[in-house]
Nanobody, 118 residues
Framework: QVQLVESGGGLVQAGGSLRLSCAAS????????MGWYRQAPGKQRELVTV???????NYADSVKGRFTISRDNTKTRVYLQMNSLKIEDTAVYYC????????????WGQGTLVTVSS
């Protein structure tokens, strides 16, 4: 039973930067991975980046070189540093955690809106 809370979204001009945060809390045996997804208007939800418990990462080609995922020492908070933002990055960004309790489950945050203007 994991709850996720995102923060850090907002309005930014193209070329600017934002840093998103996601805090995990609750009861679980282990967290296997945490990551970020996004959903733009009229589009399907897509994976942005993921970090495993061991610290390995994966990025969508569209954000590679511009976005960076990181975590704190407790492994219960992850961040998404977004640089060189483009208009097409506009979306609701969702934090995700895959964890084990009585079975393997996925938790989702409420989402935080990132709007990139021209």
């Amino acid at each position: 039973q994991v709850q996720l809370v995102e923060s850090g979204g907002g309005l930014v001009q193209a070329g600017g930067s934002l840093r998103l945060s996601c805090a995990a809390s609750g009861r679980f045996r282990s967290i296997n991975a945490m990551g970020w997804y996004r959903q733009a208007p009229g589009k399907q939800r897509e994976l942005v980046t993921v970090m495993t418990d061991a610290g390995s990462t994966n990025y969508a080609d569209s954000v590679k070189g511009r976005f960076t995922i990181s975590r704190d020492n407790t492994k219960t908070r992850v961040y998404l540093q977004m640089n060189s933002l483009k208009i097409e990055d506009t979306a609701v960004y969702y934090c995700n955690a895959r964890y084990s309790f009585v079975s393997v489950l996925d938790a989702w945050g409420q989402g935080t809106l990132v709007t990139v203007s021209s």
